[in-house]
């Protein structure tokens, strides 16, 4: 007669490229003294090497955004991986635009061990707006001001993609795949992230992680909101138009290029986990600080002339459709992001710059685009006499969408902000993610 044998169940990661799976694994001990010894010892590890795994968290639903299908994601594919993992849950699902961002200013957070965002980009940006701003007041820093010196939020935010492009998960983890965003969060991972402010005559307008764009992105984003009937597809159809149509826009961009010239934006530097440009940033950059807003003015460069883009991302602001992004060397949390210049030129150059967000092909290499790291802008559209600028002020006043053709408006991560001047400064890991960046797989 065989003697009893004694069974016990192990959960695991496994990795294939940048998709994380769970996997299971079956011990057999010939006792039950045997099988609690090897229970108790794989647990002891993982206290030993999980101190950074969270234990409760504040989940965010976002049951319109992307094709919604935030709470059937979350409910028949991650609710159970954070139960699996011992990890209390306190879900809302959100009923109106900014929420979340309304909830984690007011609410009690000591509690939660992270805030999770189940939704898109927009999703993601009330997450980031709401922390940073509840961070601050607690802080006792009026974040308002340009030249503030914000304090870096403690919460981990993690994101399960749900939503259209899912930029910032994408950039982020090399996929947008919500099972490999649950066990990221579950493992505990720690990524920090640089965080961009646009300001208007120094007054704080929003933050942004990815793309800050005037010109064609702007332009978009207003005659898209035309087309809302449409749905989705009304981006597509925006963005024809707006190619046909052209347009350029004069003014002055200033911006403050990074001294550090071992870091450019076309060095192939791939920002990979544990990367090294990230890490050896902060202590230059703590010198720096105080630094960046008061340099003296021959620290600054400028340009002048017509644009038919301007584009700012602190990431590479990769998605599946652009695999590289607009950056594709742009960093994670080395306290710069990318300025993207391109100039007035025809329809089929600025076709050729299109294209090559998405075929891989290097898309600084045209005679119209030029890109710099920097670690602050600031834009000055050209100066309209006061007739022509009292009517602009009139129609974005009776409508934001009218088309105004003598200056562009600002795409800030999908938002619209209306006015052409604009200053943007980057804060130096201001944030931090339940991620590891983008492994790199290429020895295996």
């Known amino acids: ?80 991986l954070f139960q699996l993992a011992g990890i209390d849950s306190v879900v809302i699902e959100t009923t109106r635009a900014n929420h979340a961002r309304d909830y984690l200013i007011e609410a009690d957070l000591q509690q939660y061990d992270g805030v999770v965002c189940v939704g898109g980009d927009g999703m993601f940006s009330e997450l980031l707006h709401g922390l940073v701003k509840r961070t601050q007041s607690d802080s006792g820093v009026c974040e308002d001001k340009e030249d503030a010196k914000l304090a870096p939020c403690n919460l981990r935010i993690g994101i399960i993609p749900a939503g259209s492009t899912d930029c ?21 991972d720690t990524q920090p992230l640089d965080v961009c402010a646009s300001y208007h005559n120094g007054e704080l307008m929003k933050y942004s992680v990815s793309l800050i764009g005037y010109g064609f992105f702007g332009d978009v984003l207003r005659e898209s909101e035309n087309m809302r009937w449409v749905g989705p597809i009304r981006y597509d ?147 309209l006499d006061e007739e022509k600028e009292i009517q602009r002020e009139k129609r974005l006043f009776a409508c934001p969408c009218t088309e105004v053709l003598d200056t562009s408006t600002w795409n800030c991560d999908g938002e619209i902000l209306n006015c052409a001047q604009l200053s943007v400064r980057v804060h130096h890991q201001l944030i931090q993610l339940f991620a590891r960046g983008i492994e790199d797989t290429s020895s295996s």
């Open 1 to 80: 007669m065989a003697a009893p044998s004694h069974q016990f169940t192990v959960f695991h990661v496994c990795r294939k490229s940048q998709r994380w799976s769970l996997q299971v694994v079956t011990f057999t001990a010939p006792d039950a003294q045997v099988a609690h010894s090897w229970v108790q010892s794989i647990q002891e590890r993982i206290h030993q090497t999980g101190h950074l795994r969270p234990r409760k968290l504040l989940v965010f639903i976002n049951p319109y955004g992307g094709c919604g299908k935030g709470s059937q994601i979350y409910y028949t594919k991650i609710s159970h």
């Open 168 to 188: 910032v998960c994408f950039a982020t983890m090399g996929i947008n795949d919500p099972v490999t965003s649950a066990l990221h969060i579950i493992i505990g």
């Open 237 to 383: 159809l925006a963005g024809f138009k707006t190619v046909l149509g052209n347009r350029s826009y004069r003014g002055t961009v200033e911006f403050l290029e990074t001294a550090d010239r071992n870091s450019t934006p076309r060095d192939n530097t791939r920002c990979r986990t544990g990367c090294l440009v990230c890490s050896e940033s902060s202590g230059r950059l703590n010198e720096m600080a105080a630094e960046s807003q008061d340099c003296v003015s021959d620290s600054w460069r400028t340009v002048t002339g017509s644009f038919t883009a301007l584009n700012i991302t602190g990431i590479s602001s990769a998605c599946p459709k652009s695999q590289d992004g607009l950056s594709p060397t742009a960093h994670l949390a080395d306290g710069t992001a990318d300025l993207i210049i391109v100039r007035e030129c025809s329809t089929y150059q600025f076709l050729r710059y299109l294209s090559r967000l998405t075929n891989r092909k290097d898309q600084f290499a045209l005679p119209n685009v030029e890109v710099h790291r920097i670690h602050a802008m600031r834009f000055i559209p050209e100066q």
